[in-house]
């Protein structure tokens, strides 16, 4: 396909070549585990990784593909690799780069998950995760050392809404000659591109706004081709490699050496390839994104500003809001809008956000985002509550934080249903009290 497209069009059409035999419109899905070796060379030259062609679906599956090359190019990248979740393209994309006795800078931040994984299992592996204030640029110098292999951290970091300064971060981190690593996740390629501000690798948990219909679990890695692996900080970049016939992945990938080395490392090692019924829900996902991405925004706006001003809110965290203090931030990164997840302060702490949660009838009281339908948490008691009270206030969770991430219904609907619940839990308080 041509690359002039714009994103809109790449969603649609990117990556899929129509199938000579079927026509089929359509991108078919491939449900099978293995494909037919034309001779004995044929299938020596596959293993051999030379020419192009499938072997088994763990390592790749042609509707995955279509997948991976659409994702790779709205991003801006070279390859991608789709994978069983969100989670499991962070745990690939952070050991394809550290091992054993290395170590990564991550900003604090982050979604509840990856906090975890960064906090206490990672270490027991051997690798250790320094977290750092994002925005304190010195204090991510600092926790830098030689044996640091890459930076983490999220465009719009969770629940907290930071806005990841990807320029300076990547600035700092290209100085050390280490990537900086992007969860794109709540912005999605349609409002941030990280890869233009310098960002090396991007992550996903395309269970979120790209599948859309909260159906299916599935994760993306791609790779912007831009980082230069050729330093002393990657010998298995450059070194010969038994996987693919002694030689190096930067020989035989050049560009791609990092998604290469991800999907046929350690993605056929851990098997957390996507299944192609999963990848074949998140095409359709995908072919509407660019729509309802917008509706979510034009949606969380309204929602914003209506409880910017309502008296029962303490605070509201929505960066294009006019008195946010992201707002110059959110006008660099985000043009198009700060996405549909955001949090607010509800007055009277926990016991009111109980009420609020357990009182809502059209919001679903679930432990996702990027959804349809507009979705609702506490995140203190929920998502973020096998963290210690020190590291829930480090990565922004309160007390009285609910988080919200506003669907695709009517936005009346939706503010209605948040009015009556903020109602009872005045109420209930004023009982309290
Ligand atoms: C959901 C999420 C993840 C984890 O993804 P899963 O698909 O649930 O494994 C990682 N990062 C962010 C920002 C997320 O929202």
Redesign the pocket.
Known sequence: METKFKQETIALHGGQKVDPVTRSRAVPLYQTTSYVFENTEHAASLFKMQGDGYIYSRNANPTNTVLEERLARLEGGVGAFAVS??????LITVLTLAQAGEEIVATNA??G??YTLFAKTLPRFGVTVRFVDGKNFAEVEAAMNEKTRAVFT?TIG?PSLEIADIEHLSEIAHHHKIPLIV?N??ATPFLSKPIEYGADII??????FIGGHGTS???AIIDSGKFAWSNEKFPTFVEPNEVICNRSFVEVACEKAFITKARFELGHDFGVTLSPFNAWLFIQGLESLSVRIHKHVSNAEQVAEYLARHELVEWINYPTLPEDKQNDSAKKYLPKGAGSIFSFGIKGGLESAKTFINSVQLLSHVA???DSKTLVIHPASTSHSRLTPEQRISSGVTPELIRLSIGLEDVEDIISDIDQALKKADQSSKIAN
Not at 85 to 90: D, K, P, R, V
């Open positions: 979740s969100g989670q499991a393209a962070i982050l979604y998950g990856t999220e969770n969860d996740t709540f992550v996903h948990s395309i269970t979120k679990i599935g994760g996702n985002v990027g």
